[in-house]
């Protein structure tokens, strides 16, 4: 390894033959003592985080910043935000799939959670592309500082570049926790304010887009007025004023409510799970396409969520693990800036007859508290059962919970919760679908096109339910 140590890995399952492993550790002995003879045992600790390499106010001025995508319907607004802020910021994603997935695993181990691979194979894929001076090139990342593995993606992105004799490229970790400082890299509040604006804007986007256009009466009205509106949120987002911010929210609920659709009624098929997974299109094989596709419409929860979860754990962790009560103010603080930044929106959907207000982050944690306990925060922990509550609540009882394989967390509050959601939620369709390089697209699709049939099926029952309550009626008249 880097450090000079030796390791050997074992994978013990209920096969009684353990000849492999035996055969394994005599292999990790005869190593060790050849290393002994050949005075080979110097262990040196090495660690990115202290070697890495820091982006500069100078860097600041005239490099390029690699941003890897994770949801086109949000990401395309913070990448104008970053610009407008003084940072030449350009997005990745939009090559080719399959083979960022192979540049992924070439670079990171095939047993890393999938959204790692994919991550860096964006990155790998761009800087190898020549369309960049591997001089004047930095990458930016969000760092979770977590349990989850999704906080090591900084050290995968790093151990890449080195691999690839890159390593004099800066990595630009954001985490909420602040774990490394870069003194190019500074967060004004008018870049706090622009970012927030832009994850809004997203959520208002992704909210009305997928509830309108599985009925749109023309095809292709939804996808241009959201190119419209998108267009115009991207040039706001240069002065960030909050009352222009306000005006274009009002503006495009009012639209969406008013743009003609079909008076037909469609299974609602809520998508949760990893964050990445849930919202690249990539990395869950265009599952919003697929559900349209196969005459459903998709429900996303809202990515501003995710950053109230995080703010909303402190409380727990003061009462239960001595977190700072300072902290949690501050917590508590951040909450209620997002919640006015959001409230517009939510007045907007109050007002209209087809969107509905979004659950506040207190709101969500009272639906999880019956099902898990709200000390899962590895990942998503409590939040994503949270979620899947939510969209039950919201009529929408199909679920697709997306989740990358192996990925502990998602596994415990995603896919480990779901019979008792079921207990809690007779009506409730769920069905978890593992993603990761090697998952067969054929089976995923199966098992997607089961639950489907499951939905239209209850479409149809309550169909007919409504129809004979009405032939009764009639009757009795």
């Given at each position: 390894t880097k450090?000079?140590?030796i ?14 492993a ?7 002995l005869s190593?060790?003592?050849d ?5 080979l ?12 390499v820091?982006f500069?106010?100078e860097?600041?001025k ?5 941003m ?7 990401f ?36 890393a959670c999938?959204?790692?691979i994919?991550v860096?194979?964006q990155i790998?894929e761009?800087l ?7 001089n004047?090139?930095?990458?930016f ?11 090591n993606?900084v ?11 890159m390593?004099q ?13 870069n003194?190019?890299?500074k967060?004004t ?18 909210k009305?887009?997928?509830?309108t256009?599985p009925y ?9 007025l959201h190119?419209?509106w998108e ?5 706001d ?8 911010f306000?005006?274009n929210?009002?503006?495009i ?5 008013n743009?003609p659709?079909k008076?037909?009624n469609?299974?609602?098929?809520g ?10 299109p ?10 349209e ?8 929860p ?5 950053f ?6 402190s409380?727990y ?14 917590n ?12 517009e929106?939510?007045k907007a959907y109050a ?12 709101t969500?944690?009272e639906?999880a ?15 994503l ?5 939510s969209?039950?609540k919201s009529?929408?009882n199909?679920?697709?919970?997306a ?7 998602n ?9 008792k959601?079921r207990?809690?939620y007779?009506?409730?369709n769920?069905?978890a ?8 697209e ?8 089961l639950?489907?049939s499951s939905?239209h099926?209850?479409?149809?029952d309550?169909?007919?339910?409504q129809e ?10």
């Amino acid at each position: 390894t880097k450090s000079g140590k030796i390791y050997t890995v074992l994978k013990i399952d209920e096969v009684n033959n353990l000849g492999a492993a035996r055969i394994r550790i005599r292999s990790l002995l005869s190593a060790v003592k050849d290393r002994a003879k050949k005075n080979l045992n110097k262990h040196e600790i090495k660690s990115d985080a202290y070697e890495r390499v820091i982006f500069t106010e100078e860097m600041k001025k005239d490099y390029t910043i690699l941003m890897p995508q994770m949801s086109p319907i949000h990401f395309g607004m913070l990448k104008a935000a970053l610009n407008y802020n003084g940072y030449n910021v350009e997005l990745l994603g939009s090559g080719n799939d399959s083979h960022e997935v192979d540049l992924g695993l070439k670079y990171v181990h095939n047993d890393a959670c999938y959204p790692s691979i994919i991550v860096v194979g964006q990155i790998m894929e761009a800087l190898q592309s020549g369309k960049y001076d591997l001089n004047k090139v930095a990458v930016f990342i969000s760092q979770t500082g977590g349990g989850c593995r999704a906080t090591n993606y900084v050290n995968f992105i790093r151990r890449a570049l080195a691999k690839a004799g890159m390593a004099q490229i800066p990595v630009i970790a954001l985490s909420v926790q602040m774990l490394e400082k870069n003194p190019g890299m500074k967060y004004t509040p008018k870049l706090v304010i622009s970012l927030l604006q832009a994850v809004i804007y997203g959520d208002v986007f992704q909210k009305v887009v997928y509830r309108t256009r599985p009925y749109e009466e023309v095809v292709g009205s939804v996808n241009a007025l959201h190119k419209k509106w998108e267009a115009k949120c991207i040039k706001d987002l240069e002065k960030a004023s909050f009352k222009t911010f306000k005006k274009n929210i009002r503006d495009i609920v009012h639209e969406f409510d008013n743009i003609p659709l079909k008076d037909i009624n469609k299974p609602r098929v809520g998508i949760v799970g990893e964050i990445l997974v849930k919202y690249l299109p990539q990395a869950n094989n265009y599952l919003v396409d697929v559900l349209e596709a196969e005459g459903a419409e998709a429900v996303c929860p809202e990515l501003v969520d995710f950053f109230l979860y995080c703010s909303y754990n402190s409380k727990y962790k003061e009462k239960y693990f001595g977190e700072s009560k300072i902290k949690t103010k501050l917590n508590n603080l951040a909450i209620r800036f997002i919640e006015f930044a959001r409230s517009e929106a939510n007045k907007a959907y109050a007002k209209s007859k087809r969107f509905e207000p979004t659950h506040s982050i207190e709101t969500l944690g009272e639906y999880a508290e019956p099902i898990v306990s709200l000390g899962n925060q590895t990942g998503e922990g409590w939040f994503l059962t949270a979620e899947m509550v939510s969209l039950i609540k919201s009529g929408a009882n199909n679920i697709v919970c997306a989740q990358p394989f192996a990925c502990l967390p998602n596994h415990i509050v995603g896919k480990g919760t779901i019979k008792k959601i079921r207990e809690a939620y007779p009506e409730a369709n769920i069905v978890a679908i593992d993603y990761d390089p090697g998952a067969s697209e054929v089976n995923q699709l199966n098992r997607i096109k089961l639950m489907l049939s499951s939905a239209h099926k209850q479409i149809e029952d309550q169909k007919d339910y409504q129809e004979v309550k009405t032939l009764e009626t009639v009757t009795e008249s």
